[in-house]
């Protein structure tokens, strides 16, 4: 079975520092997809980065950045320059090719002023 | 472009009581997907469809059943509700190729009494 692993339930850093998310997962598959979702109070869920396992290069969006590390299973959020606005849940997920998104249990992020 | 929406946002039932929850998406989607969201356990697969009149299950479908008639629609109907199933429900889209964006709608907190 497929399993994706948050181990922070929750982070808090200053505003303006940098903050990294883990995530590890666990598939046979050689060819999927991970995904960071930002949940703020709003309940929305937003996209805030992909990377395809079939790429080496680590995705970037803006102050958003990720370490993956295929070997290790090991997909990591980096938030540079941190900002209020980003206080929000913070959701790993991975695709597999039954089109199936398998969630992580979240990681709560407060940025404090 | 509405996007997802998810009717209705809020609703109280009673213990055995049923209801129709409605999503619609207007963006022409193949795949759509049910959710629920309790905390500290990230969001779990309900039912999903790669397009319509299809359905499948998905991680926890028991006391749940799922329609797509038409493309843009996709219901998720609970027959005879029990207090285990209070959560927030979320909806989801998502285009054929496998690593677009997932759209989410707002969410439904559904409470059973």
């Not at chain 1, 959020?77 to 249990?105: H, R």
């Not at chain 2, 969410?107 to 009494?113: A, H, P, Y």
Request: aromatic share 12%; with cysteine; charged share 15%.
């Amino acid at each position: 079975a497929q399993t994706v692993t948050q181990s922070q339930p929750e982070m808090s850093v200053q505003e303006a520092e940098t903050v990294t998310l883990s995530c590890t997962y666990d598939t046979s598959e050689n060819n999927y997809y991970l995904f960071w979702y930002k949940q703020p109070p709003s309940r929305q869920m937003i996209l805030v980065i992909r990377q395809e396992a079939y790429k080496q290069q680590n995705a970037t969006e803006n102050r958003f950045s990720v370490n993956f590390q295929k070997a290790a299973k090991s997909f990591s959020l980096k938030i540079s320059d941190s900002q209020l606005g980003d206080t929000a849940m913070y959701f790993c997920a991975l695709m597999d090719s039954n089109y199936q998104l398998i969630w992580g249990a979240g990681t709560k992020l407060i940025i404090k002023p | 472009n509405a996007g997802v929406t998810q009717t209705p946002k809020f609703r109280v039932l009673k213990t055995g009581q049923s209801m129709t929850l409605l999503c619609a998406q207007d963006m022409n989607h193949e795949y759509m997907y049910w959710y629920r969201q309790d905390p500290g356990m990230g969001l779990r697969l309900i039912h999903y469809s790669v397009g319509e009149g299809t359905t499948a299950k998905g991680e926890v479908p028991d006391g749940y059943n799922v329609s797509r008639l038409k493309k843009q629609n996709f219901l998720l109907g609970l027959e005879s509700a029990a207090p285990s199933q209070t959560s927030v429900y979320f909806c989801a889209s998502s285009h054929r190729v496998i690593n677009t964006e997932a759209f989410f709608g707002q969410g439904t907190r559904l409470t059973v009494v």
